[in-house]
């Protein structure tokens, strides 16, 4: 969920890369088809190459989120991993935004995991694993993006509740914590964030990490 062209273009083509069927979520279909192309070429070359199902769908739409995973599931079956990359990136100070906007900027960062958790994580726990994945951001919040500095801890919040409620039957949750902004042939290329969602589905339970940040602490520190 959240198939742009950043970080859930590379996420999907890495997983496609390892043979794995990829449903994709995006609100618009015109974002999504060369989402859906890039992810189908990136497939492994044995035949027959792993599906790619593209699907529209506003995050913030509970219905037609639920349907699109119903979509999913119908296609491929209960997912092996689930990636929540949706996001609203928006500068706004504090009181700059009535409240309806800060709502709908929740619903977005935060509102639409939760449903997809909530529809999809336990069935996962019943079949016992899977991987829940979350792109989470803002280690610190940051006075020039209040609703995103709250979404983020939002989304710190909401793995560690799903991991207390859906961890113990092995569905490894985890945020991948973005300390800026995405662009390629930087720190933060999406390709190498990419791997970090692929090593924590890998993982095996007794290495579970819950958290990673990219870049990590020390290359984030300023340079001489």
């Known amino acids: 969920m959240g198939a742009g062209p950043g970080i859930g273009a590379a996420v999907a083509r890495r997983f496609a890369r390892e043979g794995l069927p990829v449903a994709l979520v995006a609100r618009s279909r015109r974002s999504l088809v060369p989402v859906a192309e890039s992810v189908a070429a990136a497939g492994t070359g044995v035949p027959p190459r792993p599906g790619v199902l593209p699907l529209t769908a506003d995050v913030t739409d509970e219905a037609a989120l639920r349907t699109a995973l119903d979509t999913a599931t119908g296609r491929f079956g209960v997912p092996d991993a689930i990636v929540y990359n949706a996001a609203r990136v928006r500068a706004d100070a504090l009181g700059e935004l009535a409240q309806a906007a800060l709502l709908d900027a929740w619903a977005v960062n935060v509102g639409g995991a939760l449903t997809a958790a909530a529809h999809l994580a336990p069935a996962m726990a019943r079949r016992g694993g899977g991987s829940f994945l979350i792109t989470g ?13 709250l979404g983020k801890a939002g989304v710190r919040t909401l793995a560690r509740l799903l991991d207390l409620e859906y961890g113990p039957a092995g569905v490894h949750v985890a945020t991948v914590t973005v300390d800026g ?44």
Request: glycine fraction near 6%.
């Open 181 to 224: 902004a995405v662009a390629p042939g930087t720190d933060l290329d999406p390709d190498t964030i990419a791997e970090h969602y692929w090593r924590l589905h890998t993982q095996p339970r007794s290495r579970w990490e819950h958290d990673v940040r990219h870049p990590g602490a020390e290359a984030a520190a300023p340079r001489p």
């Open 137 to 149: 951001g803002m280690p610190e919040p940051k006075a020039p993006y209040v609703s995103l500095s």
